[in-house]
Structure formats: structure tokens, C-alpha cells
């Protein structure tokens, strides 16, 4: 299973096995990492697993599709060209070792 | 004495509560208890992913079960309770909770979270197999194991979960019909305009919409669902339409059995609470579809939501009740719906507006409608459009406005025209 860690706005640090196909909001919220709100269960409706992808791992990770890019135009945290929604990065064994850094507001 | 508290109703609200206890610092027992066969997890994508087969149970748990563990959480499943009771007010307060299975629940404190439950069709033949409603997982196992051979869905009723199936079931080439008592769709959530459009864009996509369609009875054969007949749609009366499923969303009722044994005050079953989300009895919080609270960002009157923001929201309120923090439930309530590829978005209330601005076009699929009340911004509906969508959320959140007059103008981006707030 592929690792992912996660910084917290708090400073708390979490390495989580995430589920193949489980996206990277998904597999902290179930965990309870802290910072990712996602009430929107993974919708891209709500802007509120806004996280910031460690530079090694942009390349591989992607950019955001189109819905994505207009939902991260209004996220409370700035956005940064590494911003990304954790509900639309699918954790497979290509993003193993994937570092975000969660955005330190979400609503 | 460390307190027990006791949350009836494993929901998103109920599952909530006892999250926002603990992120409070609360150290005593926390128990939820519900009905369902497992713990809490996501309704809405019932509706969507689930029955399009993208998602599985397990990505539909809200919590893993190591979480629960973690936190000290006691999830009870499969208990349905019959009786709740809590001592009259004063020293040693303490209730008890009877599920049917004769196992008892003693509780310091209570929160009940027991959610809505689909209005039944209240005509001949709604009993026949293959008419389904879609509210639990439960609901949405029968819906497919019908769903692949089922050449013939119609649905009563044009709502968000109505609509949804449709278009999952178009998308499946099925034939469908979707059939609305109302002169237009959804209408208990958008405007006209958005009803109109989205009538319109159902059909483009192949799916039939009769509205002021007035049903006469089901019809059956050996038990099972084989159509449904109408009188009022078109010129003919008596027209029927074949269905292997008929799927009703024809609204919930609110479940307000037991708030109704605790004596806790209910209108049409809907547990009445104030600002801090507790009930007529101070003791006992309750969170979720089945509340009528004050409008959540201080307008005029009583709401009761049934959306997933809602039930969290009023349950951090509650939770931080419970642990006696006195802090005014104030939220913009927001909405999803997902009808095929049309993505709806609507943040704020738009009840009472007198004014709309409509930008982008429909003829694109992509526009949307802001809603006005004496020139002050209520709410919008976003079609396919998430910047202006969250435009309008961030300023409704900040309390601040989008003057109408600048917003009409489509090439201005709205973000840009927010004033005020604390933005």
C-alpha cells in the first residue's frame, strides 16, 4: 500500500498506508488527520481538502482537471501553483512516499 | 463523575457530535447507537457514485473503524431504540434509552441525530416490488440489484435524488420518465429559472419530463412493478407508462418519534431547537434532517436543511452545548447536486428573493442565478460554474455583497465585486 504524509496546519506530522484508488483526502479523513474538512465526502464541491503537493511530487501527481481549477479559484487558503484539491489526487503505487502540506484554512 | 453521553441516530450529525467531543476535550463515555447494519457513512453518494458503480461500501465509510477505537468512541450498530426517557430535571440527572432488542443505554447527557426517513407513496400498487425509495445503503443494494436488467425506470417526483437516479439511469441507456406533481422541478430548491433549465437539459438528454403529472395507481403483475398510470399528462388521460423500477423521491418526514417521547417540542415531527442547537428541553441537543432550527445566518424564521454541511455544522454546535460553550450556530448552508454532468451548486437561502441576476448562458450549460431581497445577496445557484459559486459562499460567509447592477455583467469575475465583510 502505497505511504502518504500529510503536515498539518497544527505542525503535527502523519504517514498513513492509504488504500490503492483511495484518494489522498480520503484516506486522512478517515484516519482523522487534522486540517482537511472535506464535507463534500469527495464531490470537488465544497474546496475543503485544499492541500499544497511537495515539489518532488507535482510532476507525477498532475494538474488539476478543469472543475478542480475553477473550485481552487475561490479556496480560503491562497493558492499556490502546487495547490491541489485531496479529493481528486487517487493514491496509487506511482505516488508512494507523497508529501502535502494541508492548507492552513479551508472554510 | 465523568459524564456519559449518549447520541442517538449514526449519521453524519450523530458521528459528528461525537468527533467535535472529543476535539472539545471531552473525556467522558461517548456512545452512538443506530439502526442501520453499519456505522456511519456518505448518503449522497448513493444517489451518484454508488449506483454507478464507481464507488464501493467500503470508500463510502465516513471513519475507519480504527478511528473510532482511537478516539474512544463506542459505536453501537443494529439497535434500534423504542424508548428513551431522562429523569425529571434537577439532582442526579440520568436517562436511559431501550433499544427493541431489550439492551438499555444509560446516559448523563443526550443528543439525538435520528435523520428523516423517504415520504411514502400513499397509492394503490406502492407496495409493489420494484418501487424503491433511496435514503440508506440498504436502499440503494435493492435499487442495484434491479438496476442492470431494469429497461424502464420512472421516477416520482423531480427532486435532487430523482433527478440524480435519472441521469445515472440515461447514462445506463435506460428509458426514463420522471414524473412531477409541481409545475417544475426541484422547486422547493431553485427558482423557476433553474427549474426551467434543468427541465430542458433532462430532456436534451433523452430523458421524458411530464410536470403536473397527477398519478392514478401502479400497476402490478405477479407481485412485481410494471407501470405506472396517469391521468392529466398530455391530451389523452389515462395514459401508462411501463416501469421495471419505479423510484419515489417525493420528499422526507422528519423522524421525531423519540424526540416526541421526551417530550421535546416538534412541529410536523421536526425537533424545534434554538441558536445553540438545543431542544425545549436544555439537557438534550439534537442535530441534522430532522431539526427545524432559526435560519442559520439570522434572517427571518425556521429552516430545517437536510444536507450533509448542515448536519455537520449544527453538530459542532451541539457538541460544544454539550461540553457547556455557548456559541450561536451561524453557517452558509450549501447544496450539492450532481445530475449527470450537470454539476449544481447553490450556497445561501434564495427563499423571499425579489430580485435575480442571472450570468454566463444557459445555452452553454454553464451559468448561474443570484439570488436578491432589497438589494441584499441571498443565495445562488451554479451550474457547471464553481468560480462564481464560490464567490457567492465566500461572501455569504464573510457577510459581505455582490451589488446586483455590477454582478450582471458576466465578464467580470465575482470575487472581484465582493464589498464589505470581513472578507
Known sequence: MPEVTYFSPDGTQTTLN???????????????????????????ACATCHVYVDEAFTAVVGE????????????????????????????NSALNGLTVHIAPKQI | MDDRILIIGAGQAGMQIAISLREEGFAGEVTIVGDEACGPYQRPPLSKAYLAGIADIQSLELRAARFYTDKAIDIVTGETIVDVRFDAPGRGDTGMATA?????????????TPGSTPRRLPIEGGDLAGVLYLRSLADADALKSRWTAAENLVVIGGGFIGLEVAAAARLAGKTVTVIEVADRLMARAVSPVTSEFYRGAHERRGTRVLLEAELVRLLGDAGEVTGVELVGAGQSGGEIIPADIVLVGIGVIARGELAELLGLETINGAIVVNSYAETSDPRIVAAGDAVLLPHPLGHYGQV???????????????????????????????????????????????????QIVERGSQQSEKFSVLYYRDGRLLAIDAINDPIDYMAV?????????????LAADSSIALKTLIVGGEA
Open chain 1, 18 to 44: 492509504a488504500r490503492e484508488g483511495d484518494s489522498v483526502m480520503e484516506t486522512a479523513v478517515k484516519n482523522g488527520v487534522t486540517g482537511i474538512v472535506a464535507e463534500c465526502g469527495g464531490a470537488c
Open chain 1, 64 to 91: 488539476a482537471g478543469d472543475l478542480e481549477d475553477d473550485m481552487l479559484d475561490g479556496t480560503a487558503a491562497d493558492r499556490l501553483p502546487n495547490s491541489r484539491l485531496s479529493c481528486q489526487i487517487k493514491m
Open chain 2, 100 to 112: 427493541a432488542s431489550g439492551r438499555i443505554f444509560e446516559f448523563d447527557r443526550l443528543a439525538i
Open chain 2, 304 to 354: 430545517r436543511l437536510e444536507s450533509v454541511q448542515n448536519a455537520v455544522d449544527q453538530a459542532k454546535v451541539a457538541a460544544r452545548t454539550l461540553m457547556g460553550i455557548r456559541e450561536v450556530h451561524r453557517a452558509v448552508p450549501w447544496f450539492w447536486s450532481d445530475q449527470g454532468d450537470l454539476k449544481l451548486q447553490i450556497a445561501g437561502l434564495s427563499t423571499g428573493f425579489d
Open chain 2, 393 to 405: 459562499r465566500r461572501a455569504l460567509h464573510a457577510g459581505a455583497h455582490i451589488p446586483a447592477e
